[in-house]
DNA sequence: GTGAAAGCGCTAACAC
DNA sequence: GTGTTAGCGCTTTCAC
């Protein structure tokens, strides 16, 4: 390994020098850089960042943590901020939680241990008060898809509440009375918020939705199936249907289709997220487009930017609105065809 | 921050001492032992990785390069990938290489500043010698997914060539004659070898495979369906399709529906990759399943232990094998069909 | 069993 | 402009 040591002395000067030259420094004489960088580039020398983070108290490096990377959600979301991380020259340090809270809890402690100055994190299970702890602890620390009123100006997150009211709504003007909705079994977050706004919007219609016309189940594909059948064994009738998020979606069309029904003509079907899985069924998927790896972008360069302390933050929280994506799933309703 | 000293101090002894407690020393009475201990707990502190990294010269961190995390491909390996560090007790650094030569050195680059001691890379784009030179400078660096034989025993790669022929061979065994494939424009790497598997398959067969019937197009839905359009406008007559990957197989489906043509009654077809949208379309894709996940784990692990140099390589290739797996677009040729 | 001390590679005063 | 020097927090001999 070539050290500063080793360029300082190759190239016949000090190692401050050397590491004046290195940070651009100004202040050293023309001809002395050029020696040194030409020293630099043939000894291939490169700076040893541990050294240098151990000194400087400053790492450059910014952590992010997902339940699981294999989830195309999650794998959007950490591609946005790579580019963001990228961009700024800040390396990325990556850790699963796996949707437990006591490895959810370990990820954090693993960044905090390699002085990560800032962390973005998608946190599902730790309690306000150990993440409030936590966002005291680190100024760069940024909450993606969680709003908490104390720490708003940390807190990077979707309007689920108007999403589900923008695709309820988008059903209602196509004519549709009869809804159903098959919902996460964690009502907790996300799943809550998105049953609110699809509440509201029905009511303001003067809609009714029967609590036996609300489905819940697993959030995957797997638990859209189960939910169609539960509500068609219930005699449920439908004509539209609100799912969750895209894969619960694609279950459900599945199991209409299985169910002799088709899609759009017989039941419209919504999603939720809009991942690549949206595209790929027939129809494809009618959705809410979740803007995750902007919003990931975003998180990441507001948490560099919070990371340092010296600039006041601005008092305002940062909200994305989800966005309609009309594809083929769904249909005026049968009744009020021409 | 609370540091050693800090420790050592309010412990009444000193760091060498916190030191061998830290280290599960035991050669620290049993007594001085558990005060340390408690004081470390009641200070919350914990060892600064980059100090540790600078004298132990072991960073126990492991980087990882990919093109880009939003692609569910990519996404699983990094799962792999964390898994893998995780159980290892390494830390994980990420980098996008957006399917760029530039930016995949400069990925590999900024892994080197941040003295991984092990890299996993799936490389599309540096030139053998680049990869060579790298893997000599570097022990702990593994290729996934790319097969150079100088250096076979750092290689994590699947036998794309076999996995194709096995995708044939089933098609072959249902009773298909009149074969078509879609695949990549870019024939270097898996594209190729998969054509070579099908047409060794077609040949041993004694089955003829047109030049006309062979589409190129880009390895994605859009691709997928624009060159089954081109197959149909050619006027190429066949009842058995095989993409090169999950998503040209999926756009595929879409064009042949939409061309009146029904999967699998009409034509079967077949993807390559095993990602969550082909469980996604409708009929549910029969692939070939590559255990992505479970080969970056393996590289990882290799990685790890090549990282130490002190104990001898074994000196063989890390070769997996994709599993067909059978779902709902293959069907019996129809000229087969009581 | 425990402490003192050297030093990992680097940055940042502080001298000259 | 350039060099000297004091650490950053830690591990690891080497004494005692």
């Given at each position: ?58 790492t450059n490096t910014l952590g992010v943590v997902t ?10 979301l950490a591609?946005?901020v790579e580019?963001g991380a990228?961009?700024?020259?800040y390396k990325l340090l990556m850790s699963n939680s ?6 959810e809890?370990e990820a954090i402690d693993s960044l905090r241990d390699h002085n990560c100055q800032a962390i973005i994190l998608h946190s ?10 936590l966002?005291?602890?680190i100024?760069g620390l940024v909450?993606i ?151 990931a972008?975003?998180a990441t360069?507001?948490a560099i930017?919070?990371s ?31």
């Amino acid at each position: 390994m070539v050290t500063i040591k080793d360029v300082a002395k190759v190239a016949g000067v000090s190692i401050a020098t050397v590491s004046r030259v290195i940070h651009d420094g100004h202040q050293v004489g023309e001809a002395c850089r050029a020696r040194v960088k030409k020293v630099i580039a043939e000894l291939g020398y490169r700076p040893n960042s541990n050294a240098r983070a151990l000194v400087s108290k400053t790492t450059n490096t910014l952590g992010v943590v997902t339940p699981k990377l294999s989830m195309p959600f999650f794998g959007s979301l950490a591609s946005g901020v790579e580019k963001g991380a990228r961009e700024n020259n800040y390396k990325l340090l990556m850790s699963n939680s796996l949707y437990e809270t006591k490895s959810e809890q370990e990820a954090i402690d693993s960044l905090r241990d390699h002085n990560c100055q800032a962390i973005i994190l998608h946190s599902e299970y730790s309690d306000e008060k150990t993440l409030l702890k936590l966002a005291n602890e680190i100024p760069g620390l940024v909450l993606i898809n969680r709003y908490m009123p104390a720490i708003a100006n940390r807190c990077v997150w979707l309007d689920n509440v108007a999403g589900a009211r923008q695709a309820t709504d988008y059903l209602i003007n196509r004519g549709h009375k009869n809804f159903a909705v098959i919902t996460s079994i964690y009502q907790n977050g996300d799943p809550g918020f998105r049953l609110q706004g699809i509440r509201e919007s029905l009511k303001l219609a003067g809609l009714h939705l029967a609590e036996a016309a609300i489905e819940e189940s697993t959030a995957n594909m797997e638990g859209g199936e189960q939910a169609v059948q539960a509500l068609l064994n219930k005699g449920i009738q439908f004509t539209a249907l609100l799912a969750y998020n895209d894969l619960m979606a694609i279950g459900a069309i599945h199991a209409l289709f299985a169910a002799g029904l088709r899609v759009p003509e017989d039941v419209s079907v919504i999603g939720f997220d809009d991942l690549i899985v949206s595209r790929a069924c027939r129809p494809r998927l009618t959705t809410m487009h979740y803007p995750v790896e902007e919003m990931a972008s975003y998180a990441t360069k507001l948490a560099i930017q919070l990371s340092d302390t010296s600039i006041e933050p601005e008092n305002r929280t940062h909200l994305f609105i989800p966005q309609l994506v009309e594809r083929d799933s769904v249909a005026d309703a049968p009744e009020s065809r021409g």
